[in-house]
């Protein structure tokens, strides 16, 4: 156990291999330590909803029977995992951070929960999130805003506030979190992590409980680029219970991490840099210059419909999550509120359940959606959708990757934004453009502020350009990019 | 104005949220606020662009289409197994038909 306990906070999938291989513990030992260091941290952080410990140790010594008989144990055998809790998880209890779901058992298991498992993954427990995965600050949970490991009495972004916060704080070596609009890279940039969204449709959304179904995405969140990118690796792919997950192979991405990235063209948005935070802007600049320094030609860009994006996803979102969470109506999901009539039992549940923020998304979205108003909103809003995602194809005529700003700014203090919500929608500005457009984009770790709060910054390729992305990640997490 | 409380009103029944007189004043000054910022889309000239209603990448046609053959739901008891109220295999509701 020596070689966990000096350091089960720090691991990564590669000294979890090293360890397991030199049997320096089993997997039951490392689940075992970190499960017990998990629940004993978890009050500072509030990070964990909830853990399973069964399900953690019965993964962990399926990995050890196959290490005992020679077989393959995968890619992830042993891993410590924690899982956000929009997630569906069989038999472990799945709230999306809703009153609504405080006691709701899925009677089965998301597609990526099945591949994380067959590649070894050890899942530990489920992760506290803004509701139903509606917020940037995670303080919209029902079961308490979770405290960022790095300063505690500030957010730690969101919606996947809590998966970012345990991969921060050593909980977990790494998690899956789900981006709509900025879920995983924005709690990745305020918690100093990496997060990545994936390109739409390269990991199935089978069990990802529905937000707003033509943006979701489920993405890895890991303290190391390799490790985020052997996640995804393990969860992507066609999966016939999501029709809209993609046919495309999936390539070998810790194979293209060959450190060359000389010669590659980045784009800098100029519409992304305009009234950019200075300390934020001044970090993103230094991890540009690496970047330069690695060989990389960088030249500016422009994507014009930017500033349009925010009010085309608060359309096309509250739209589709208007519609999706219809089905919480006190029929099929454990909370009832009892009334005389159905009619009136649905409302009293729905209005006794949601919190105020799944209210403002459910009104907006219906009224977007309402006898007279679909064309003026609903269908404007697509086809300016159109025109943020033409911007990304002409750009990436031009050059191989963009980098740009993950959040206009660090990680702000708990109750510090939340009684405004357009500035914070409007803070989601450099995030929910790559949501619209369904393609690739990740948050790497980009220096601090002098305060000592992480930055993040965000690179974004072509779709299906993973391979394209991780390469230049790594090279500059290998330069000593994440540090500043 | 955009948005009135009446609306407000009429968009919370349609919506099926029963919601506070506090709740109603809030989401009427906070829906005002969003659907005036969202008028800005109107700057744009989109007279000529074709919607997106899905992220559209290469692929073949029909290369969504799967083989059609059975596969093992979820059963009647795990289907129910988070009913409020279940009964007799159905989910149970207030009467909603009088005899």
Partial sequence: MSAISSGVAALTIQDVRKGLAARDFSAVELAQSALEFAQAENSKTNAYLHFSPERALAAAERVDRKLKAGEDPGALAGVPIAIKDVIVTKGVRTTCGSRLLERYIPPYDATAVIRLEQAGGVILGKTNCDEFAMGSSNENSAYGPVKNPVALDRVPGGSSGGSAAVVAQGTAVAALGSDTGGSVRQPASFCGVVGVTPTYGRVSRYGLVAFASSLDHIGPMARTVPDAA???????????????????????????????????????????????????????????????????????????????????????????????????????????VEAET???????????????????????????????????????????????????????????????????????????????????????????????????????????????????????????????????????????GFAG | MKITEKEVRYVADLANLKLTGEEIGRLSKDLDEILTHIDTLN???????????????????????????????????????????AGAGYFKVPKVIER
Avoid: W
């Fill in chain 1, 342 to 480: 159905l009619s009136d039992m649905y409302r009293a549940t729905r209005g006794a359940g949601f919190g105020a923020e799944c209210k403002r998304r459910i009104m907006l979205g219906t009224y977007v959606l309402s006898h007279g108003y679909y064309d003026a909103y609903y269908l404007k809003a697509q086809k300016v959708r159109a025109l943020i995602a033409d911007d990304f194809r002409r750009a990436f005529s031009e050059v191989d990757a963009i980098v740009a700003p993950v959040s206009p700014f660090p990680a702000f203090k708990i109750g510090e934004k939340i009684d405004d919500p357009l500035a914070m929608y409007l803070s989601d500005i450099y995030t929910i453009t790559g949501d619209l457009a369904g393609i690739p984009c990740m948050s790497v770790p980009c220096g601090k502020t002098a305060e000592g709060l992480p930055v993040g910054m965000q690179i974004l390729t072509k779709h299906f350009d993973e391979t394209g992305m991780f390469r230049l990640a790594d090279a500059y997490e290998k330069a000593g």
């Fill in chain 1, 230 to 336: 052997l996640l995804l690796q393990s969860i992507a792919g066609r999966d016939e219970c999501d029709a809209t997950s993609a046919f495309a192979p999936v390539p070998d991405y810790i194979a293209a991490l060959n450190g060359n990235v000389t010669g590659v063209k980045i784009g800098l948005p100029k519409e992304y840099f305009e009234g950019l935070a200075s300390e934020t802007g001044d970090r993103i600049a230094k991890g540009v210059e690496l970047l330069r320094k690695l060989g990389c030609e960088v030249r500016e860009i422009s994507l014009p419909a930017t500033k349009y994006a925010v009010a085309c996803y608060y359309i096309i979102a509250t739209a589709e999550a208007s519609s999706n969470l219809a089905r919480y109506d006190g029929v099929r999901y454990t909370t009832r």
């Fill in chain 2, 43 to 85: 700057e744009l000239d989109t007279s000529k662009v074709q919607p997106m209603a899905q992220v559209l990448y290469d692929a073949e046609e029909n290369s969504t289409l799967r083989e059609d053959r059975e596969r093992p739901c979820l059963d009647n008891n795990a289907a129910l197994a988070n009913a409020p109220l």
